[in-house]
């Protein structure tokens, strides 16, 4: 990766349009300070006109072109989307829906990855490419496929579930140990041979949709067997890569919060990660940060990139709204802010044709750079240029963790029972808003990360509970630290089976409870919880999950107000240590409103002294990076009207070289931005 700067530009698919529009592209780009290009993402029944030939002359001028004009090139390998040809030549290439429709040829991410004529063709297209283009001045990075699982995250046809068997066998080596793991006592689902074995889907254990599942552990094993069957589709293409390229890093654009693919077993094999942005609304920017930070988690904690986000619309939603004058530069400084050492967009130049061709672009049909859109991609350019490497390679100074689980959301999700209104994400978020409001910096890690580095360590709805995590979180008490969980925590085992104890199964001793039942209502029933710490006390208004507790050793800190179980604890907190000295572990059962979520999330990381600096002010965000000891604090206005701030530190905005004073008031108006390079601390500016 290139270290001068955070890299600027993003896809371009110059083979749509005449040779003498890219002239015109390669001036705008020059105009905007775009430096890098992604080219060659979909393009394969170009590059390989049938299955004996390759022809690369277009796409030797298009890179050309690139090296001439001294871009950076993200080359793509162009596997995303089959070419009609060999859907036609190797009918079952094509992937088999969830229903269980074998398609024919049309779309993209349109392969079944078990196929091995896909397996064989993808992997030779990319190491053809590799070969040729290996060394190409300028080439930084390798773009493998394209979103995998984007189309409904996966296949489901014979070949997977030959390859499903195989990955079985190796996961519980016999049919008993199998049929242990999947309950299959439980309707009569015992299996005596591998071969009885069939796909989860709506021709088999699914009813209404993928959520709805008799077998979660069936379910599980799939999804688990889908992500490793696409992650072998890229291994197939990076090994081919380094056959020819040892060094330029590999990786594949992720979709952030996407439950489909498990993107943390992927990590190993990703040089670093990337993700596209596509919020869907205009004021998700703790969900946006929250999915930066998934992302970031993902490399514990190295610098990713966002691959691609829209200059202006999105064309996929029914409804596509521009973004208004400054939130394209708020959003990709929020992203800088979270560990992006790149802003690339899709796309560089609007699509004559098909479904994308209203989809935004730094350049429009007309190619026009006398636009507000365009002119706010040329000052964004300009401002990161003007940056130059000042913040490449930085990394946040969490304090904080939170486990995000596929497993826990996947399993929380597909399972009958309690209230299918209670979703995953949305559980995680509401705790991730309140540490993001509060200006916490967060690590949003795998349950497997290392816990020993955080003060505190936040486990929303950690449904399913594996290996030694519960071990590791009591040993953050121990050592002083905060731990918080949330109900459905603790419920299942690896397999998805529940744990044969009280809830929440082997973390009961940690939070000195246990459940005894789980209540749930329909959204909008509110049971009014009185959180109360002697002076300070909130009522809010919780919904939908309602487990009733019985404290062993735990604080009551919240109770209900209503229901049979009124004035019982609805939040505790246990001191395992002892009263004084040790940490503490909270639980919170039920979905409290964001007023009792943040009562909570404030109580915890007070104790600790990680409550920031603008914690009080809605919706202006604390973001720091940090390296070579200056720590360099993003402060971003999100509200929709002006705020004033009292400056936490002195140093320098780097945005506008101005002198920032610790102390002094800072205006802030509504997507405005501050990057400080803070003083040294003791040191006056
Ligand atoms: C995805 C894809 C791109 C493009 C954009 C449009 O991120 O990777 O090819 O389709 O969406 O939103
Ligand atoms: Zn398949």
């Not at 529009?21 to 890098?36: P, Q």
């Not at 910096?441 to 349950?447: A, I, K, R």
């Not at 973390?507 to 710490?533: C, H, K, M, Q, W």
């Not at 920032?660 to 040294?680: H, M, S, Y």
Request: net charge negative.
């Amino acid at each position: 990766m290139t270290d001068s700067k955070i890299l600027y530009g993003g896809d371009y698919n110059p083979e749509q349009w005449p040779r003498a529009v890219w002239e015109d592209d390669y001036a705008a780009f020059d105009k905007a300070s775009i430096d890098t290009v992604t080219l060659n993402v979909f393009a394969w029944a170009t590059l390989q006109p049938d299955e004996d030939t390759y022809d690369f002359a277009r796409l030797d001028e298009i890179v050309a072109r690139a090296v001439e004009g001294g871009r950076g090139i993200v080359l793509a390998t162009s596997t995303g989307a089959l070419p009609p040809w060999l859907a036609h030549r190797h009918p079952g290439v094509e992937r088999t829906d969830f229903q269980g429709r074998r398609h024919v040829f049309g779309q993209r991410h349109n392969a079944c990855p078990s196929s091995p004529v896909y397996r064989r063709l993808s992997a030779e297209l990319a190491g053809r490419i590799a070969e040729r283009y290996a060394g190409t001045p300028g080439l930084i990075a390798w773009h493998v496929g394209n979103e995998y699982g984007g189309f409904d995250g996966g296949c489901w046809c014979d070949l997977c579930a030959a390859g499903f068997r195989d990955w079985l066998r190796a996961r519980y080596g016999t049919v008993e140990r199998l049929n242990e793991a999947w309950n299959a006592t439980f309707w009569s689902h015992t299996f005596s041979d591998w071969a009885q074995i069939v796909p989860p889907n709506m021709l088999s254990e699914h009813w209404r949709g993928p959520d709805h599942t008799a077998f979660q552990g069936i379910t599980l094993d799939y999804r688990r067997f889908m992500s490793d069957a696409m992650l072998a589709n890229y291994r197939d293409e990076k090994a081919r890569i380094r056959e020819h390229d040892a060094t330029t890093p590999v990786t594949t654009n992720f979709m952030g919060m996407f439950r489909p693919i498990d993107y943390h077993r992927w990590a190993d094999d990703l040089d670093f990660a990337s993700w596209d942005n596509y919020p869907p609304g205009p004021r998700e920017h703790a969900r946006m940060a929250l999915a930066h930070d998934v992302m970031r988690g993902i490399k514990d904690g190295a610098p990713f990139w966002v691959m691609e986000q829209t200059p202006t619309i999105t064309a996929s939603r029914d409804v596509n709204p521009v973004k208004r004058p400054g939130v394209l530069r708020l959003w990709s400084w929020q992203a800088v802010a979270h560990g992006a050492d790149a802003v690339l967009y899709f796309q560089m130049r609007q699509s004559k044709g098909a479904s994308e061709k209203y989809h935004g672009a730094v350049l429009d049909h007309a190619g026009r750079t006398d636009t507000r859109s365009f002119r706010e991609v040329a000052a964004l350019g300009g401002e990161l240029a003007g940056l130059g490497d000042a913040v490449v390679g930085a990394r946040t100074p969490a304090r904080v963790a939170l486990l995000f689980d596929w497993d826990s959301w996947w399993v929380a999700e597909m399972t009958d029972g309690f209230n299918r209104h209670a979703r995953y994400v949305d559980t995680v978020l509401a705790y991730y808003r309140a540490l993001w409001q509060a200006g916490a910096q967060v690590d949003v890690v795998p349950t497997t990360a290392d816990l020993t580095r955080y003060d505190v360590v936040l486990a929303p709805m950690l449904h399913v509970l594996k290996g030694d995590v519960a071990a590791r979180l009591a040993a953050v008490t121990e050592r002083g630290g905060s731990v918080l969980a949330s109900f459905w925590s603790g419920r299942a085992d690896e397999d998805a089976n529940a744990y044969l104890m009280d809830a929440p199964g082997p973390l009961a001793p940690l939070f000195g409870i246990r459940v005894e039942e789980t209540d749930s209502a329909e959204p909008g029933v509110a049971n009014p919880v009185t959180l109360t710490d002697g002076a300070d006390e909130v009522v809010s208004a919780a919904q939908l999950v309602f487990e009733v507790l019985v404290p062993e050793g735990a604080d009551v800190v919240g109770t209900y107000g209503t229901e049979f179980y009124a004035g019982t604890p609805a939040v505790t907190r246990h001191r395992p240590g002892g009263a004084d000295d040790g940490g503490e572990a909270w639980y919170v059962a039920t979905g409290l409103d964001d007023a009792g979520v943040e009562w909570v999330v404030r109580r915890v990381l007070d104790r600790h002294g990680l409550v920031g600096p603008y914690a009080d002010v809605p919706d202006v965000e604390l973001a720091v990076r940090a390296k070579d000891g200056v720590r360099f604090a993003f402060v971003l206005s999100h509200a929709t009207g002006p705020v004033e701030v009292t400056a936490h530190a002195s140093g320098v905005d780097l945005l506008t070289g101005r002198t920032v004073r610790q102390g002094e008031t800072l205006r802030l108006d509504p997507t405005d931005v501050v990057l400080l390079r803070e003083d040294p601390p003791g040191e006056p500016a």
